[in-house]
C-alpha cells in the first residue's frame, strides 16, 4: 500500500482562538514512508529537536501562505502565556477487534454522534477531555485523536505508552456510565484486555509538535472556536491520573519515560484498586444485584451496591464511584438510562446516594466483607516495625518454642506473610490495632501454603502467645487478625511467650476411623522428589539478606544444623542466587517471589500425582468388584478370584 502524500484542508474555523493567537505553528510534509516530518519555513526538513522546539515555530499568519496539497498544519507545545497539556491516542490500523461506538448508541445518546465507529477507550478520553472544558479533534490518520487540556505536567518531555487492560480499566469507567451500558464481569474483562498491542498514545507538555486537523469532535452546536483551554480541576485530574500510569507502568520498560511526583498518585483511581470489587462479584450471592437483575426498586438497588462496595472496599467513596459505573447499574431495570449523573441544587443523584450509603455503612460499625470491621474511617495510627524487631520475632521468639524444623519454617512463613500484608496497606486502624485484611484462610494458604486448619490453629497459638493481639473467626469462618500497630506494644517481642504457649500446635489427628485394605498395599511406583531447594533455604536467605554472613550464627538462628545450612547454600550457589562470598544476587522480595512459585509448582505436581492415584484406586476397585456393607469390606465371587 502506498503511503497517502496528499493533504486535507485544515478546518480553521474551529480551532480555538487562543491557539491561533500564540505563535506555536509550522508545517510539516509526509516521508516517503508515511512519516510526519516538521519543516522550516525554507521547505528544509528540521533534523533531531529543532523540529519540536518552540524556538522555530511561527504566528499562524506567518505559516498559512504555505499551506499546501504538499505542506500540513502543525502546532507546538511549551508556550508559558497558555500552559497546555496533550494527549495524543491512536488506534493501530487493522490491529484493534473489541467493540466500538454504534449509530444506535448515538441515537440514545446525541453526544456519542461524533464518535461513531471509535473505540471505547477513546471515545471515553474525548468524553472525559470535552468535559474538561478541552479541545478535541481526530488526527490525520482519522484513526485518533488529539486532546488539548489547560493544565501542567511535572516533567516537559514526551512520552509514548502501548495502552494495556490496566489503562483501559483506569479510563473506561467513565464511557462505561455515560454510555448507559449494561455489561457483565466477563465482558468488562474481555474488553480491556483488547486494547493491549492494537492502540498507543503519547502524553506531552512542551519540546513537542503535533498535527492539526481542525476536523473537532465536539457535540453539535459547541463552540470550539471560543474555548480558552483554561485550566479545570478535572483536565488536571486526566492529565494526572494519565501521567501517573505511565509513571508507574512505562517507566519500568524505558528508563527515560516521566518520573512521576508521588503527590500526583492519590488524584485518580488506580485500576489495580479497581480489579478486587469486579472480582468480587463473580460470587452467585452478588452477581444479580451486580448486572440490576435482583429485582428491587432502582433506588433500593443502587443504594444496596453502594452499601456492598464500601464493605468491600473500605471508606474509599472515589472507588465506590468508580466501581459502580462499571456496573449494570448504569441500565434501570426498564431499559432507560440511569439517573446517577442527574444534578440539581443538591449535587448528582449519584453523589447523594453515595454519601448516605457511607453514612449508614459508618452507623452499621464499617462492616467489612470478609468479616470484623474497617475500623472507623480516618482513624489516625503509626505503624512502627523496623526490621530489626521483625527478625527478632522471626527468629528469637519463634525459636523459644518447641517445634520441628517444619512447624518452625511454617510460623515464620505466616508471620512474614501478616508483615507483608501491613507493608501493603492491607489493613485498617481500629483502637490504637491494625485490622489485617488477609483475603481469608483459602488466600492465606495459596500465599504460604498448608492447609487452612493447620493455619487457623498457627494464628490461634500467634494469639495464645502474645504474637498478634487477637484471633478470631465469624460465624461464616472468616478470619479476624488484629495485630499491634508497633513492636513497642507487641507482649511476645516485650515479655517473651506466653506461660503454656512454649510447644507450637501440630496438625490434629484425623477424627475418621481408617477402613480396612482388602487387597494388599500395591508397591509404591518411585518417582522423582519434587524440587524443594528453594523452599528449603528461605530462612538461610533471610538471615543472608539480613547481613549475616557466618554459616555458625545462621544455623543457630534459624535453628537448623550446620549441615542443613550449608547444603542450603551450596543449592543457592547452584542456582546463581548467591555468590561465593555469600553475597545475594537477588533482593528479598524477589526470592520470595521464587520460594511462592516453587510452592505453586510443587502444588500443582501434588495435585496431578493425587489425580493419578485416585483414577488408578477406582480402576483397581471396579476390577476387584469390592462393595462396601455395615460389617466392612466384602469381596464379591467373580473370575478373578
Not at 480553521?12 to 491561533?20: A, N
Not at 522550516?40 to 498559512?64: K, M, Q
Not at 506461660?499 to 509404591?524: F, L
Amino acid at each position: 500500500m502506498t503511503p497517502k502524500t496528499a493533504m486535507d484542508p485544515v478546518q480553521l474555523d474551529t480551532l480555538p482562538t487562543v491557539l491561533t493567537d500564540a505563535p506555536l505553528w509550522r508545517i510539516w510534509k509526509r516521508t516517503s514512508t508515511g512519516g510526519k516530518l516538521p519543516v522550516g519555513l525554507d521547505g528544509i526538513a528540521r533534523a533531531g529537536n529543532s523540529g519540536h522546539e518552540l524556538a522555530t515555530a511561527h504566528p499562524l499568519e506567518t505559516v498559512l501562505p504555505l499551506l499546501s496539497n504538499r505542506y500540513g498544519l502543525g502546532v507546538t507545545t511549551g508556550y508559558a502565556p497558555l500552559p497546555m497539556v496533550v494527549i495524543d491516542v491512536d488506534e493501530k490500523e487493522g490491529k484493534f477487534t473489541g467493540a466500538r461506538v454504534t449509530a444506535e448508541m448515538a441515537a440514545r445518546i446525541p453526544r456519542l454522534t461524533p464518535l461513531i465507529g471509535m473505540p471505547y477507550l477513546m471515545a471515553a478520553m474525548s468524553i472525559d477531555s470535552i468535559d474538561a472544558d478541552g479541545y478535541v479533534e481526530k488526527s490525520v490518520s482519522g484513526r485518533g485523536l488529539h486532546a488539548f487540556l489547560g493544565g501542567t505536567a511535572p516533567q516537559g518531555h514526551g512520552v509514548k505508552w502501548q495502552f494495556d487492560a490496566d489503562y483501559a480499566m483506569l479510563n473506561l469507567t467513565t464511557f462505561f456510565g455515560i454510555a448507559g451500558m449494561r455489561v457483565t464481569v466477563a465482558v468488562l474483562e474481555e474488553e480491556f484486555a483488547l486494547y493491549k498491542d492494537s492502540c498507543e498514545g503519547e502524553i506531552y507538555s512542551e519540546t513537542r509538535w503535533l498535527t492539526v486537523t481542525g476536523d473537532q469532535l465536539h457535540p453539535a452546536g459547541t463552540d470550539t472556536a471560543a474555548l480558552a483551554l483554561a485550566p479545570t480541576e478535572y483536565g488536571q485530574e486526566i492529565i494526572n491520573r494519565t501521567l501517573s500510569w505511565v509513571g508507574k507502568k512505562a517507566h519500568k520498560a524505558n528508563p527515560s519515560a516521566v518520573a512521576i511526583d508521588a503527590s500526583l498518585r492519590a488524584q485518580y483511581v488506580a485500576p489495580e484498586s479497581l480489579t478486587g470489587p469486579l472480582r468480587a462479584f463473580r460470587s452467585p450471592g452478588l452477581a444479580k444485584l451486580w448486572r440490576n437483575e435482583a429485582g428491587q426498586n432502582q433506588s433500593d438497588a443502587n443504594f444496596a451496591l453502594c452499601m456492598t462496595l464500601f464493605e468491600i472496599l473500605g471508606d474509599e467513596p472515589e472507588q465506590v464511584n468508580a466501581a459502580f459505573i462499571t456496573s449494570g447499574m448504569m441500565i434501570r431495570s426498564d431499559g432507560d438510562p440511569t439517573r446517577w449523573f442527574d444534578r440539581d441544587a443538591g449535587g448528582t443523584h449519584g453523589s447523594r446516594t453515595i454519601t448516605n450509603a457511607r453514612a449508614k455503612w459508618i452507623a452499621n460499625g464499617c462492616k467489612k466483607s470478609l468479616g470484623g470491621s474497617h475500623g472507623a474511617p480516618d482513624e489516625p495510627v503509626v505503624v512502627d516495625w523496623p526490621q530489626e524487631a521483625r527478625d527478632q520475632m522471626l527468629t528469637k521468639v519463634l525459636n523459644a518454642a518447641k517445634g520441628t524444623l517444619s512447624q518452625r519454617q511454617a510460623a515464620r512463613r505466616l508471620l512474614l506473610d501478616l508483615f507483608d500484608l501491613i507493608d501493603a496497606g492491607e489493613y485498617h486502624p481500629h483502637g490504637g490495632e491494625l485490622h489485617i485484611h488477609s483475603g481469608g484462610l483459602a488466600a492465606i494458604s495459596e500465599r504460604v501454603g498448608g492447609s487452612t486448619t493447620s493455619i487457623s490453629a498457627r494464628l490461634e497459638w500467634f494469639a495464645m502467645a502474645g504474637i498478634i493481639s487477637s484471633y478470631s473467626r465469624d460465624s461464616e469462618g472468616r478470619p479476624r487478625i488484629v495485630m499491634a500497630a508497633s513492636a513497642a506494644q507487641c507482649i511476645a517481642l516485650q515479655e517473651g511467650l506466653r506461660p503454656g504457649c512454649d510447644i507450637m500446635p501440630c496438625r490434629p489427628p484425623s477424627s475418621k476411623p481408617r477402613k480396612p485394605r482388602v487387597t494388599p498395599a500395591a508397591p509404591r511406583v518411585a518417582r522423582d522428589p519434587l524440587p524443594r531447594h528453594i523452599q528449603r533455604a528461605e530462612w538461610t536467605m533471610w538471615m543472608i539478606h539480613s547481613g549475616e554472613r557466618d554459616l555458625n550464627s545462621i544455623a543457630a538462628l534459624t535453628g537448623q544444623s550446620a549441615r542443613s545450612t550449608k547444603k542450603n547454600v551450596q543449592d543457592m550457589q547452584e542456582l546463581n542466587l548467591l555468590t561465593d562470598d555469600l553475597t545475594p544476587t537477588c533482593t528479598r522480595p524477589e526470592f520470595r517471589a521464587l520460594v511462592l512459585q516453587e510452592r505453586l509448582r510443587n502444588n500443582e505436581i501434588t495435585r496431578a500425582r493425587r489425580a493419578e492415584a485416585t483414577l488408578e484406586y477406582r480402576r483397581r476397585m471396579e476390577m476387584r468388584n469390592v462393595t462396601y456393607n455395615s460389617g466392612g469390606y466384602d469381596e464379591l465371587a467373580n473370575a478373578a478370584d
